[in-house]
């Protein structure tokens, strides 16, 4: 689990492990991560694994860079690149095997790379054990990352404790929807950015209700046809669409979107409405989702 503005979710009965990387590009040598409630008190500590991977750069091509080494780097990673002394930050998108590995960055660098350039692993490992504080919101972690020169960086991420997790959007969903639907495909970072987005509506949707995604059973499938909906809503807004005119392709794409997203929160099935861990079926109330059409 990789984490960007959305709401990590720790789990009362399992691990759970997300990936943090600075925004600043620090290399952390060392880093904390602790979750607190509220009022500041602190509920748990975090196993951390702070990047290791070093290498440097065989031969730059126009859509790959080809590195000496590749031990310790995975794609969906933050790398940070140095050349004639300024740091570039990137995402890994992927990785291939070769005598000298090739990297595909998910954005291109403004210049080309020397042999020799240096490149390191930004991305952390964070895993919380199933932690025993109350479920619900208003928690959240903090990471204090230091690098070998004594820099320190803190960040603050919202966290909620939950009893399981809802159905989300996965890189791989949107992956099938570009094969099936589009006949194309792009890389995992591009999915999973995608994927984060069709996330994103889903919870500020919700939230705009009052309702919680974490508290619909991580079990069912309520979620399905609005994830189809939002992967291609949110394709159309980068402008992988239907040959036709773009405007009027997303204004229908985001009535999909909220339409379908209306039929799951106008319904309580398998929502737990008193937060007690039981669900309810069968059971309707009315809500609506704010939309403009």
Request: aromatic share 8%; hydrophobic share 40%.
């Amino acid at each position: 689990m990789g984490v960007g503005d959305k709401m990590i979710e720790l789990r009362a009965d399992q691990t759970v492990e997300f990936k943090w990387s600075s925004p600043s590009g620090l290399l952390p040598t060392s880093m904390t991560a602790k979750l607190y409630d509220r009022s500041g008190g602190a509920e748990a500590t975090a196993t951390v694994t702070v990047p290791s991977g070093s290498t440097t750069v065989h031969t730059d091509h126009s859509t790959y860079i080809s590195m000496n080494a590749s031990t310790n780097f995975s794609a969906g990673d933050v790398v940070k690149i140095t050349n004639d002394g300024v740091d570039y930050v990137r995402e890994l998108s992927r990785i291939e095997a070769h005598a000298q590995p090739r990297f595909y960055l998910a954005t291109d660098l403004p210049v080309s790379t020397d042999s020799g350039d240096a490149c390191v692993a930004l991305t952390a490992t964070v895993s919380f054990a199933a932690v025993s504080a109350d479920v619900g919101d208003g928690y959240y972690v903090e990471i204090i990352a230091t690098d070998t020169d004594g820099n320190k960086e803190k960040a603050t991420l919202g966290a909620v404790v939950v009893r399981w997790s809802w159905q989300r959007a996965t890189a791989q969903d949107v992956a099938q929807v570009m094969s099936a639907v589009y006949q194309d495909e792009r890389s995992h970072a591009f999915c999973s950015t995608v994927a984060d987005r069709v996330n994103a509506k889903i919870e500020h949707a919700l939230d705009s209700t009052g309702r919680r995604p974490w508290l619909y059973s991580g079990a069912s499938n309520l979620f399905s046809e609005v994830i189809q909906a939002g992967i291609r809503y949110v394709l159309a807004d980068h402008g992988i669409a239907p040959t036709g005119d773009l405007v009027s392709l997303l204004r229908e794409m985001r009535f999909a979107f909220d339409d379908s997203l209306r039929v799951v929160v106008a319904g309580l099935r398998e929502y737990d409405t008193d937060d007690d861990g039981k669900t309810l079926e069968n059971q309707q109330t009315f809500y609506s989702v704010p939309t403009v059409r």
